[in-house]
């Protein structure tokens, strides 16, 4: 049973919202940012630019920075690529991350 408080300034039951899902289209996105990347693994050098543009900015969501210092776990020990597809398309740490799609702009090109 998921867990119920009740409503401010009633005696009426309300249901906690569970956890959403990732939309599909960003599961598709994903699939596609770490295609390209296992093609071409040089270009893990942007994800990181684009983790340390976001870092520089004090002002953004608690949300972005604490998906970044998640990634920067998995950066932490090597660029493995297959690591960071596991943990970015897991449920814990993953979930949080794609929220954030602009952490990977810039890797498929549109040409």
Do not use: C, W
Request: without cysteine; proline residues 5%.
């Amino acid at each position: 049973m998921p867990p119920v408080y009740f409503k401010r300034g009633s005696s009426l039951l309300r249901q906690r919202r569970s956890n959403r899902a990732t939309p599909a289209q960003h599961m598709v996105y994903f699939e596609q940012v770490f295609a390209e990347l296992r093609l071409h693994p040089e270009k893990i050098a942007i994800v990181r630019r684009n983790i340390a543009e976001f870092q520089s900015q004090p002002y953004l969501k608690q949300g972005l920075h604490t998906a970044i210092d998640r990634l920067l776990l998995v950066f932490e020990d090597d660029d493995d690529i297959e690591l960071l597809y596991r943990q970015v398309m897991s449920d814990d740490i993953g979930q949080r991350v794609r929220r954030y799609p602009l952490i990977s702009k810039g890797i498929i090109s549109n040409l």
